[in-house]
């Protein structure tokens, strides 16, 4: 590896659940500039994105796969889900995530040195549409409609409705599981999260821990310790569910994990 010029792209032979990762994030890059282009279409982009993501992900988690769909995961530093978890939230983290260099610049399947694998934490909740539509017996073909025409009469309509109702089902109006509090506790749009740009020498640095003190007005941030994954998961779960607790009071009697996301969230600060 350190014989390679720094910049020089390696490419390697894809697996076959990683050929499925990159022809789909290949479209999801399209969908998304879409997306952003036509505001009034973009749910029609997006729910029909994800028939296609759910039909990528039933392909994958296939038994067929289960060897190349583990090795991927490791690869990427993405937990396999256990037997008590949403089995949708690896995979959802696989196919919306992407390959970034130490600048943040988005790089493909075939990765070139020096890469992370970064997951969308907004982009989790899909993993708890999929089990809805999963448990519904949705084919791919038939989400589009599905997601169109969902409309409960305490849940709501289309995408949020589905979730707040899957969640209720789940008995999560009163609680969360730890999935949930990830959720909540990574959210980059919370009001005690402040976004700095980081230092040159921090760069590789993917997560971690520090302390600081406020003086004459200014922020000082001493230091930065890297974490392992295991160990930043347990702090923002731990974070997720105090958020939860301290903002669920002030929802309606009917909260759902949604309205707590929004209590928390910097908008409705």
Not at 229 to 245: E, M, P, S, T
């Amino acid at each position: 590896m350190s014989d390679v010029n720094a910049n020089e792209t390696i490419v390697t032979t894809l697996n076959y659940v990683e050929r499925k990762v990159a022809e789909f994030n290949g479209l999801l890059v399209k969908d998304n500039e879409t997306l952003q282009d036509f505001q009034v279409q973009g749910w029609s982009v997006l729910w029909k994105q994800l028939g296609r993501a759910f039909g990528v992900a039933k392909l994958i988690l296939d038994a067929s796969n289960e060897e190349a769909y583990l090795a991927t995961l490791k690869n990427c530093g993405i937990k396999a889900a256990g037997e008590k978890s949403n089995k949708w939230l690896p995979v959802t983290k696989l196919l919306f995530g992407s390959w970034t260099d130490s600048t943040g610049t988005l790089q493909p399947w075939n990765s070139a040195l020096n890469t992370v694998f970064e997951t969308d934490r907004s982009a989790e909740k899909y993993a708890v549409i999929f089990k809805h539509l999963e448990a519904k017996g949705i084919s791919e073909d038939g989400v589009f409609n599905y997601i169109k025409g969902f409309d409960h009469a305490t849940h709501g309509k289309h995408l949020k409705g589905i979730e707040a109702s899957e969640r209720a089902s789940n008995g999560s109006s009163g609680s969360i599981s730890d999935e949930q509090a990830m959720n909540l506790g990574s959210m980059t749009d919370a009001s005690d999260v402040y976004v700095l740009d980081a230092p040159s020498d921090l760069k590789t640095v993917a997560m971690g821990s520090t302390f600081f003190k406020i003086e004459g007005g200014k922020l000082y941030l001493f230091g930065a310790t890297q974490m392992e994954q295991d160990a930043f998961d347990k702090r923002i779960v731990a974070r997720g569910k105090k958020l939860y607790n301290e903002k669920k009071a002030l929802a309606a009697k009917s909260a759902t994990f949604d309205a707590v996301a929004e209590l928390i969230s910097r908008k409705a600060a």
